[in-house]
């Protein structure tokens, strides 16, 4: 139901849908203050109380936050004094625009460095156009997305999911190279090629 909110209150208020989704979270807090503040004080009620929000504050994971957090700030201020334009343009002007290398060239980088700060640092470099391949759901906004999330499987340090494989099956870089990474850069150019073929068949 919040979620289904979010979008209807944008519509109304005009205000950025983070505020929305804080609303909806200042509710849900409330209400459940509000529901375990009313229990009584008995030992089957004590392990509910474990759910209020006070308590669940305390497992979260604030260094996750933090790192995108600073993610966040850290591309902003790059956008900020204008790297990521010229970024972009110089891609733009090595490749003639041709989409399919630029964000090929993403994806393989995507496998050295998380996908995360990549597609951030993306949106920087590229604003958002009303029309062409550079709008909401241009080409280049598709690719870029099937490109940042598939070609952070070519090595397994390319994202966060991999890491922790490493840490829970005991899995080694190199073993990965030899096994798995050929395939997921096979995977990763068929799926480039198939999205060619079906952009010049039906568009």
């Not at 933090?66 to 891609?91: D, K, N, P, R």
């Not at 998380?114 to 949106?123: K, Q």
């Amino acid at each position: 139901g919040g979620l289904i909110f979010v979008p209807i209150f944008k519509t109304l208020t005009h205000l950025p849908p983070f505020v929305g989704i804080l609303l909806v979270l200042g509710v849900l807090w409330t209400v459940t203050e509000v529901f375990y503040g009313q229990l009584p004080d008995t030992n089957v009620n004590k392990k509910g109380t474990l759910k209020r929000v006070t308590n669940m504050l305390t497992r979260i994971d604030m260094s996750t936050i933090l790192f995108f957090l600073g993610i966040l700030m850290a591309v902003a201020c790059l956008e900020t004094i204008g790297v990521l334009t010229q970024l972009g343009q110089g891609l733009n002007e090595t490749f003639n625009g041709n989409h399919y290398l630029v964000t090929g060239i993403i994806g393989v980088l995507s496998s050295i460095v998380d996908n995360v700060p990549l597609v951030a640092g993306c949106m920087g470099m590229y604003p958002v156009e009303a029309a062409g391949d550079m709008a909401v759901d241009g080409i280049f906004w598709q690719l870029l997305a099937y490109c940042a999330g598939v070609g952070g499987s070519i090595l397994i340090i390319g994202s966060a999911a991999g890491v922790v494989v490493m840490g829970l099956t005991k899995i080694s870089f190199g073993w990965y190279m030899k096994h798995i990474s050929w395939i997921a850069l096979v995977g990763y150019l068929a799926g480039m090629l198939c999205y060619w073929v079906e952009r010049a068949l039906f568009f």
